[in-house]
């Protein structure tokens, strides 16, 4: 049976990911593909406690501390989730993985992106996306998209503006090294348009 794919989703919050994360699902079901849908961190028990975690505005983490409870959550979602679909022939939709942390944690939390990389390598045994989705959205909009949500921010969410800026570059940074893999799209566009732009980048992963 062949491999499935690993498609991961990536973006600041507000850019679009769930919404484009099922849009995604329903197209690939649509075309017969067996998909699966899953959340960083989370997507599994012990990853969806860390999650908890490592969200609690209330709570206070140091810097290598919140990328290691990253790292932990993605370890256990491979092990328990991702390594046994792909092996199955599903295919996976990822909303955030290793991108996540090389972004906030490797370049906004100013660890570096080679140090997070490598615990990251050893957590996921160094499983690589077939296609990752960059939602590029300026972080002023993403903000003001998750302001009109009405949820109380989360640990992360309270981050001044220059911290969201580093990230944005990051992510760019990240796009520019890995063109084959990582495709951006333009986040500030409608719903529709985005998931168009989506599938169109991932027609090349298709069986023919």
Request: charged share 25%; hydrophobic share 45%; proline share 5%.
């Amino acid at each position: 049976m062949p491999r499935g794919r690993l498609i991961t989703i990536e973006g600041l919050d507000g850019a679009g990911k769930t919404t484009l994360a099922r849009g995604i699902a329903d197209a690939l079901h649509a075309g017969g593909i067996d998909v699966e849908l899953l959340r960083e961190p989370g997507g599994v028990a012990a990853s969806e406690r860390i999650r908890t975690l490592v969200k609690d505005p209330d709570l206070r983490l140091g810097a290598r501390a919140e990328a290691l409870l990253y790292a932990a959550a993605r370890a256990q979602l491979v092990e328990e989730a991702l390594a046994p679909a792909l092996a199955a022939g599903r295919w996976v939709l990822l909303d955030r993985f290793v991108d996540s942390s090389l972004a906030y944690q490797g370049a906004g939390r100013a660890l570096g992106i080679d140090a997070v990389r490598t615990i990251n390598a050893f957590a996921t045994g160094r499983l690589q996306p077939d296609r990752t989705l960059l939602l590029r959205i300026d972080p002023a909009l993403g903000r003001s998209r998750q302001d009109g949500r009405g949820e109380a921010p989360d640990r992360l969410e309270q981050e001044a503006d220059d911290f969201f800026a580093t990230i944005a570059a990051a992510y760019d940074e990240l796009a520019a090294a890995e063109p084959q893999r990582i495709r951006t799209l333009d986040a500030s566009a409608d719903a529709p348009a985005v998931l168009t732009e989506a599938l169109a980048a991932l027609e090349d992963l298709l069986p023919g």
